[in-house]
């Protein structure tokens, strides 16, 4: 195993760029810019259905959720936008001019931080904790130049766990002790990992996924004040650069994994990896997750014939039957550059 884990207080200029910061600061989600939009197919699901979808826009640089019922998706209808703001508690020196093209947004129930639900966003230069649906800034933690965070999940403990993507042997995967009050919510553990893009705590397994040149599982220390991650398990995948990790939500022995050879599903017991049917099996998909209860996979997946801001984006979310792979229906919204649309499941733990 080629990692080193070092225990550091986070104003090390070597590892976090601003320091990590908590605060209980209030104040409400700024509201999306207007975007054009084109036509969608019409979809079956109704507005009551879980879930709504949350995408990452680089058009705008901001978070929004959307409903799946709603056609055509517009700035009318967002359910829930969000970027760092100083109303919301973020520093203007510090923290908001890292925060740049967001590259995952989780919601979870979490009670350490005051409230039942807490919103997990990441960018390429700050990871962050806010209230959700209040946008309230909680924790957050800026990276030096050169970091590319892919991917942030919150631990039930209240502990944050980062990836970075940078290419070669400085990408890694970091837990830090986001729990604790100030000043020890600095603490954290860093783990040489190779194109680092997603991580996922895994309830039923009590367990963290982390997915970059291999799919990594580890287990949390019991160290609150002094987080570490000890790794358990390492496949190979069925194609290179794995990209994202979400919950096969009817099945807790199952995970979603894309590459940008492919999608697959992961069978945690057997360690096998499975493609998937029809037309959902896609290359560079950047978001892969599923609906639950409605039999329905959820992509967004890279198009550089319909989005020309960059080189990943695309302006559609596609929902695809889980069974069959048909696609069942699109939702685009033409002014858009999302990089990630996932299902919004506030119920995942």
Same mark, same amino acid.
């Given at each position: 195993?080629?990692?080193?884990?070092?225990?550091?207080?986070?104003?090390?200029?070597?590892f976090c760029f601003t320091g990590c910061s908590r605060?209980?600061?209030?104040?409400?989600?700024?509201?999306?810019?207007?975007?054009?939009?084109?036509?969608?197919?019409?979809?079956?699901?109704?507005?009551?259905?879980?879930?709504?979808?949350?995408?990452?826009?680089?058009?705008?640089?901001?978070?929004?959720?959307?409903?799946?019922?709603?056609?055509?998706?517009?700035?009318?209808?967002?359910?829930?936008?969000?970027?760092?703001?100083?109303?919301?508690?973020?520093?203007?020196?510090?923290?908001?001019?890292?925060?740049?093209?967001?590259?995952?947004?989780?919601?979870?129930?979490?009670?350490?931080?005051?409230?039942?639900?807490?919103?997990?966003?990441?960018?390429?230069?700050?990871?962050?904790?806010?209230?959700?649906?209040?946008?309230?800034?909680?924790?957050?933690?800026?990276?030096?130049?050169?970091?590319?965070?892919?991917?942030?999940?919150?631990?039930?403990?209240?502990?944050?766990?980062?990836?970075?993507?940078?290419?070669?042997?400085?990408?890694?995967?970091?837990?830090?002790?986001?729990?604790?009050?100030?000043?020890?919510?600095?603490?954290?553990?860093?783990?040489?990992?190779?194109?680092?893009?997603?991580?996922?705590?895994?309830?039923?397994?009590?367990?963290?996924? @982390?997915? *970059?040149?291999? &799919?990594?599982? +580890? #287990?949390?220390?019991? %160290? /609150?004040?002094?987080?570490?991650?000890?790794?358990?398990?390492?496949?190979?995948?069925?194609? @290179?650069? *794995?990209?994202? &990790?979400?919950? +096969? #939500?009817?099945?807790? %022995? /199952?995970?979603?994994?894309?590459?940008?050879?492919?999608?697959?599903?992961?069978?945690?017991?057997?360690?096998?990896?499975?493609?998937?049917?029809?037309?959902?099996?896609?290359?560079?998909?950047?978001?892969?997750?599923?609906?639950?209860?409605?039999?329905?996979?959820?992509?967004?997946?890279?198009?550089?014939?319909?989005?020309?801001?960059?080189?990943?984006?695309?302006?559609?979310?596609?929902?695809?039957?889980?069974?069959?792979?048909?696609?069942?229906?699109?939702?685009?919204?033409?002014?858009?550059?999302?990089?990630?649309?996932?299902?919004?499941?506030?119920?995942?733990?």
């Amino acid at each position: 195993m080629n990692s080193k884990t070092i225990l550091n207080v986070c104003i090390s200029l070597a590892f976090c760029f601003t320091g990590c910061s908590r605060n209980e600061n209030g104040g409400r989600p700024a509201q999306p810019t207007e975007m054009s939009i084109r036509p969608a197919v019409t979809f079956a699901a109704t507005a009551a259905a879980c879930c709504w979808i949350s995408t990452t826009n680089d058009a705008d640089h901001k978070i929004e959720v959307w409903d799946p019922a709603d056609n055509p998706w517009t700035t009318s209808n967002i359910k829930w936008s969000w970027q760092p703001t100083t109303a919301l508690g973020y520093d203007a020196t510090t923290e908001i001019p890292l925060w740049s093209d967001p590259t995952d947004v989780k919601v979870r129930n979490n009670t350490v931080f005051g409230g039942s639900q807490v919103i997990i966003a990441a960018s390429y230069r700050l990871a962050t904790i806010a209230t959700y649906p209040g946008g309230v800034h909680k924790w957050a933690c800026g990276f030096p130049a050169g970091v590319v965070l892919h991917g942030v999940e919150v631990l039930p403990s209240g502990n944050c766990v980062v990836v970075n993507a940078d290419t070669g042997s400085k990408g890694y995967v970091r837990i830090f002790s986001s729990s604790q009050p100030p000043p020890n919510h600095t603490v954290s553990s860093i783990y040489n990992f190779p194109t680092a893009h997603a991580v996922l705590w895994d309830a039923s397994h009590n367990c963290l996924w @982390a997915l *970059g040149n291999t &799919l990594r599982k +580890y #287990t949390v220390g019991p %160290s /609150l004040t002094k987080p570490t991650l000890s790794l358990v398990s390492t496949y190979t995948l069925p194609t @290179a650069w *794995g990209h994202d &990790l979400s919950a +096969y #939500t009817s099945n807790s %022995s /199952l995970m979603w994994v894309s590459t940008n050879g492919g999608t697959y599903i992961f069978n945690k017991s057997s360690g096998t990896f499975s493609s998937l049917p029809g037309a959902a099996e896609n290359t560079f998909v950047k978001g892969l997750s599923d609906q639950p209860g409605q039999n329905q996979i959820v992509e967004t997946v890279m198009d550089n014939a319909g989005c020309t801001l960059n080189g990943w984006c695309t302006r559609t979310v596609t929902f695809y039957d889980l069974s069959t792979g048909a696609r069942i229906a699109t939702r685009t919204v033409g002014a858009a550059a999302f990089y990630k649309g996932k299902t919004w499941d506030p119920s995942y733990y």
